[in-house]
């Protein structure tokens, strides 16, 4: 077997299979794409380019992966480390594609076939002993990039030491968390997640309840993601939905419960107008210019979107999730219908199912939870409301088949940041204990956002001496969404500029202080202003791969003032050229879409570091500072050549394309004295400061900082 597979040959160029493509390449694979013709697979691959969410991290990857057709290019087989099927599902096609490449299979090569539900030990029928015993299942979830779930489907034939080594390359190489499933119908996530799927609609229209209302009730109120049930649907696209149902239908005659798979009227209605979701424009939902029409369930046509009025919902949504749903299903209102409706039977389904499907609750849990995006399984639920006489989990053991408790997996390796135990509690952070002399400074405060507060806090702490190396990290959704917007438009309203330079002076020396000890900042989410200007004064910076990241103090109407233009003045002085494409990328506000995306714009360093596995971040920047090294940012060299008149000359191009105000060309020449006409790093954060200042007064800034407090949006004047 291969111990460190990285040539992987996908065959099959359609949209699982050049989302499969995609995401290996982003991780640096060598990846060959293969279709039936070199028409079919440029056709595939550029609609793959133009995907949106988008594959790629960066548009330049795509340019790694090779693209042949299988009858002139299929001898790059011989030399795959891997070899994926992703072709239509059609379990005679993949018969006779693996007839096909058999031949051409290293001897220690593995060999899988993509598949939302087809039975795995039927694929490899005629194929020899060695085929089969290095050949599975993978199923990915759509789109590869995003879903980290990966359901692993052995068959008997398959080498249990296959299955380990599959497993072990998928999760360090791939970047995704594996859960080995059985060879059954649907595998664990369309049989019971697609059942959970079908048997919301059913409800909703037995109840007579809208879509609006139970999309609010299944979203996040039921700790799942926001788009609730039937914005999901159309996400999904219900012609999909359909072919999962009915293959489940036919393949499970003796399950007593598949009868909630049959297309409910609404569901019915839009496959026979062909109105099946987001790919045809409109399904439960249809978007007419600005406005998001719904379905109304009991006419079948289209109305104005209604917000749902549910009082309870909001009065329990703050509540820990088993409360507010167990509490949320005695109340004698449209909240409590659906979830006595919904809830009991989906956790008694799951019962059903369990030993069918699934080798244990917590695999059947996981599956639920990273490919449907569930805060907790069915089991993790049951838990939760008291729906079960025996708890599934107790003291770090779950509940096997057979009625007894045995120890749950040991993964250090995924540990969250709120694993490692609590040493020391500040008002605006903690510390914790990471191992190995490694603390994690963890900030509390809401988004992650750098108040007054939090830096005096952080730079008295760090001062101390108390830490000899740490990760910077934050314990919100997010890493950072900035400095406090607050507290500046207050300040502005009172004419209170003292106090913004002297918090401002803190924020900057914060991060000379952070750059004095070695130290990893973890990011996440978002890594922007005054939270991206302390991660960027750490050694080195880790980031989750979606990671927004940048310096987008235009938008309010002022400049970076915790360093960050001098950062970037540090980064791009190599040459004029890269210097004023570093003021553009500060006048235009720009935030990188990914980390990999950061790195262009010079957010990133060489030595920063994109975490491609989703669940490792806080593992790998541990790790990562037991080698980190101080490094403060001093250095500055001079730039040659006439770079503040190709600065104002691209602020003019820009102006006359309308992609700025003449607010911004304001705040532009700010920009430039920072990165032209400082001559050391010190001056430049001086400048930096008096360049804030000089805009927070301003009306049309005082304007900007207002509208994003109240909408969260940029306002453009």
Not at 87 to 102: M, Q, R, S
Not at 529 to 558: D, N, Y
Request: charged share 25%; proline share 4%; hydrophobic share 40%.
């Amino acid at each position: 077997m291969v111990q460190n597979p990285r040539n992987v040959v996908v065959i099959g160029a359609g949209t699982m299979g050049s989302g499969i493509a995609a995401h290996l390449a982003n991780l640096g694979l060598e990846v060959t794409l293969l279709d039936i013709s070199d028409e079919s697979v440029r056709a595939a691959f550029e609609r793959a380019k133009k995907a949106r969410p988008p594959h790629f991290y960066v548009p330049e990857t795509a340019e790694s992966v090779r693209t042949g057709s299988i009858d002139i290019d299929v001898y790059r087989i011989k030399d795959a480390d891997w070899v994926c099927e992703a072709i239509a599902e059609k379990p005679e096609a993949k018969k006779a594609l693996f007839a096909l490449i058999e031949p051409m299979l290293r001897d220690d090569a593995f060999v899988s076939t993509n598949t939302s539900g087809l039975q795995i030990g039927l694929l490899c029928e005629g194929r020899s002993e060695s085929f089969r015993r290095r050949f599975l299942g993978t199923h990915f979830f759509n789109p590869p990039r995003y879903l980290k779930l990966l359901e692993l489907i052995p068959t008997p034939d398959t080498d249990p030491q296959v299955v380990t080594a599959m497993s072990r390359f998928l999760e360090d190489g791939c970047a995704r968390r594996v859960v080995v499933a059985k060879d059954t119908p649907g595998f664990i996530a369309n049989r019971y997640g697609m059942w959970c799927m079908y048997h919301a609609v059913h409800c909703t229209e037995r109840l007579g309840l809208t879509i609006e209302q139970v999309d609010a009730i299944t979203g996040p109120f039921l700790g799942r993601p926001r788009s609730g049930s039937f914005r999901l649907n159309d996400l999904v696209g219900l012609d999909i939905m359909q072919d999962i149902a009915s293959n489940l239908t036919a393949r499970c005659p003796d399950d007593p419960y598949i009868k909630h798979l049959q297309a409910p009227k609404s569901l019915q209605y839009l496959l026979d107008k062909g109105w099946i979701g987001e790919k045809a424009g409109q399904g439960y939902y249809r978007r007419e210019g600005k406005e998001l029409m719904s379905l109304d369930l009991q006419g079948l046509g289209y109305r104005m979107r209604i917000e749902p009025d549910i009082p309870s919902l909001t009065a329990l949504s703050k509540k820990p999730l088993g409360d507010r749903v167990r509490e949320g299903m005695e109340l004698n209102d449209d909240l409590g219908a659906f979830l006595r409706a919904y809830v009991p039977l989906t956790l008694e389904y799951a019962e059903f199912l369990k030993e069918e499907i699934s080798h244990n609750v917590e695999d059947f849990d996981r599956v639920m939870k990273w490919g449907f995006g569930w805060e907790a399984g069915p089991f993790e639920m049951a838990d939760l409301v008291g729906a079960s006489k025996k708890s599934h989990y107790s003291g770090g053991k779950m509940l096997d088949f057979g009625g007894e408790y045995v120890a749950v997996r040991s993964e250090p390796q995924y540990r969250a940041i709120t694993d490692f135990p609590v040493t020391e509690t500040h008002d605006n952070f903690t510390v914790r204990d990471m191992g190995d002399g490694v603390k994690a400074v963890c900030t509390t405060t809401k988004m992650g956002v750098f108040t007054v507060g939090l830096v005096g806090e952080l730079k008295s702490y760090l001062e101390s001496g108390k830490l000899e190396r740490f990760v910077l990290t934050s314990e919100s959704r997010s890493y950072s969404a900035g400095f406090d917007l607050q507290f500046l438009l207050d300040a502005a309203h009172e004419k209170r500029l003292a106090d913004v330079d002297r918090e401002l002076t803190n924020l900057q020396s914060l991060g000379r202080v952070i750059s004095q000890i070695p130290s990893v900042a973890a990011v996440f989410g978002h890594c922007l202003g005054g939270g991206f200007e302390m991660a960027t004064s750490c050694s080195i910076v880790a980031a989750h791969p979606e990671t927004q990241i940048g310096l987008p103090e235009a938008r309010v109407g002022l400049v970076p003032g915790g360093g960050g233009a001098a950062h970037m003045r540090q980064r791009h002085g190599a040459s004029a050229k890269s210097l004023t494409e570093a003021a553009k990328t500060l006048i235009l506000a720009t935030v990188s879409t990914n980390a990999d995306d950061a790195r262009k714009y010079g957010f990133l360093r060489r030595s920063d570091v994109t975490v491609y596995h989703p669940d490792r971040l806080w593992t790998e920047a541990k790790k990562l500072a037991l080698s980190a090294v101080a490094t403060p940012e001093d250095s500055w060299s001079q730039v040659a050549g006439p770079v503040g008149g190709m600065v104002d000359q691209a602020f003019v191009d820009l102006l006359k394309k309308g992609e700025i105000t003449e607010h911004d060309h304001a705040i532009g020449e700010h920009i430039k004295h920072i990165l032209v006409r400082s001559n050391t790093f010190e001056e430049a954060l001086d400048r930096e400061r008096a360049a804030f200042e000089a805009l927070l007064v301003q009306g049309l800034t005082v304007s900007r900082i207002k509208h994003m407090l109240e909408t969260g949006k940029p306002l453009r004047n």
